[in-house]
């Protein structure tokens, strides 16, 4: 077992290496950066998803294979391991041969359940980051909190777990978040008539990470008082929500695009409004300006968008801070219910480097009016 280092450096093309991710959508799409390392060199990539983070992995540039698998012991799917879903695993192995796997994790998840597999399916070559001792289920391992250190984002992560088994990114690449939209992607009509707007995503997975519905109401209406269109996304499950917050003024799109639409919708907006959910880093990936509404329940530093131009807003010292936390444990959920309306208007200025009326009436000034 090799720990640390790049034991893999000099790996020849041609080898087929399996990269693991196996849980939410917002997870996978920081694998990004990791899986075009190994892209860089690999003959072929296939990506290990589950079935919540498989729509994202769609979208990863890099990935010659996107397999679905519903691990036992993820969360969202809680399914039973039992000889059907070992048979299910080995058959996914033997179809895709994949001479090495990479298994990447958050701080709080352990690899070596499926390193156990991998090993019983017949791979040979098996590295991830691990608190505990392997033994012979990793042949590289990362110590996390000593080699590994705790405290960085998670795309970060990721690209080091990748380093140690040998894959790094190519010197040109900036190991920002990214996806590949492909060919005639577009905005909905009602979104591409417009010369400016503002994207206003209310949902998340889970309550804990959520701002109030009537703050986000609020928020619509103040932009809709400067003359700034709002366009509200949300999942197909999410349409109850998305129709409150737009109301009359918004344009709600709540369950009406595909995720590669989505992405072009984000890509658009002058600001995204979003909490910690898979929107975040998918409007990360695209490099939208974003004003992320950030619940401490997980570490800032870790799932914070990974982008350039990031407002940050929340009460990071909240009670709640590191809970992980999905109901909000204190009442009256300090942390995002403490963030007003003016909060997000003055980080929207920050992020455009101007006042919101000045903004607008610059673009309703005719290019040659003071000739």
């Known amino acids: 077992m090799t720990v640390g280092g790049v034991p893999g450096a000099g790996h020849a093309r041609g080898r087929r290496v399996l990269v693991a991710r196996l849980d939410s959508f917002g997870d996978v799409l920081v694998a990004g950066p990791a899986v075009r390392a190994v892209a860089a060199r690999a003959d072929h990539v296939t990506l290990l998803c589950g079935p919540q983070g498989a729509p994202a992995g769609a979208l990863l540039p890099g990935v010659d294979s996107l397999r679905v698998w519903a691990a036992p012991w993820v969360t969202e799917t809680v399914r039973p391991l039992d000889d059907d879903v070992l048979a299910e695993f ?13 298994v990447l994790t958050s701080f709080h998840q352990s690899p070596l359940p499926l390193a156990m597999l991998l090993r019983l399916a017949g791979v040979p070559r098996v590295s991830g980051a691990s608190v505990d001792h392997p033994g012979s289920l990793l042949d590289v391992r990362l110590r996390p909190g000593e080699d590994l250190p705790e405290d960085i984002p998670e795309p970060e992560r990721a690209l080091r777990i990748a380093a140690a088994a040998g894959w790094t990114l190519p010197e040109d690449d900036d190991g920002l978040l990214r996806v590949r939209l492909g060919e005639g992607v577009v905005v909905p009509e009602a979104v591409a008539a417009l010369d400016r707007y503002v994207v206003v995503h209310p949902g998340a997975s889970v309550e804990a990470r959520s701002w109030p519905p009537s703050s986000h109401r609020a928020l619509v209406d103040a932009y809709a008082r400067l003359g700034v269109p709002v366009v509200v996304t949300g999942s197909p499950g ?14 709600d799109l709540g369950g009406r695009t595909s995720l590669a639409e989505l992405a072009a919708v984000l890509a658009g907006a002058e600001v995204v409004v979003v909490g910690n959910t898979g929107p975040a880093h998918l409007a990360a990936a695209v490099g939208a300006r974003i004003i992320s509404l950030f619940s401490p329940v997980v570490p800032a530093v870790k799932w914070a968008p990974y982008a350039a131009h990031v407002e940050l807003l929340g009460d990071q010292e909240a009670p709640c801070r590191l809970s992980r936390a999905r109901d909000c444990p204190v009442t009256g959920h300090p942390c995002l219910a403490g963030v007003g309306v003016d909060d997000v208007l003055a980080a929207h200025e920050r992020l455009i480097g101007c006042a919101l009326r000045t903004k607008q009436a610059s673009l309703r000034t005719p290019p040659d009016a003071d000739r």
């Open 90 to 102: 080995r058959a996914l192995i033997a179809e895709e041969r994949p001479d090495e796997a990479v």
């Open 238 to 251: 999410e349409r109850d929500l998305t129709a409150a917050v737009a109301g009359s003024t918004g344009i």
